[in-house]
């Protein structure tokens, strides 16, 4: 089992930046490829960024590359996403996750461990 707790959300402005953490716990999280994703109001969770065990591969969706970045710290069982450039489309719970299927990494179903989620509100 693995724990995962999201933290650093809050409300920004436009153009404003944020970096969420994802803190795991009960399991190295250093095995596993990292996710995470968004859900929006009304709309169905989508994914935002992945990255590979080693942190040497990194994988965005399109509405959010060259603003987003994500990375891990594998000593400090930690995984971030550096948001910049932020936009009233970027409002949605953030939520990190460990993806422990093999197959498409955008997918959510390849993610088994998921955390509570943080809330990001970008005002306009």
Do not use: H
Request: contains cysteine; proline residues 2%; charged residues 15%.
């Amino acid at each position: 089992q693995v724990q995962l707790v999201e933290s650093g959300g809050g409300l920004v402005q436009t153009g404003g930046s944020l970096r969420l953490s994802c803190a795991a716990s009960g399991r190295t999280i250093s095995n596993f490829g990292m996710g995470w994703f968004r859900q929006a109001p009304g709309k169905e969770r989508e994914f935002v960024a992945r990255i590979s065990r080693s942190g040497g591969s990194t994988y965005y969706a399109d509405s959010v590359k060259g603003r987003f970045t994500i990375s891990r710290d594998n000593a400090k069982n930690t995984v971030y996403l550096q948001m910049s450039n932020l936009k009233p489309e970027d409002t949605a719970v953030y939520s990190c996750a460990v993806q422990v299927g093999s197959g498409s990494y955008s997918l959510q179903w390849q993610y088994t461990y998921w955390g509570q989620g943080t809330q990001v509100t970008v005002s306009s």
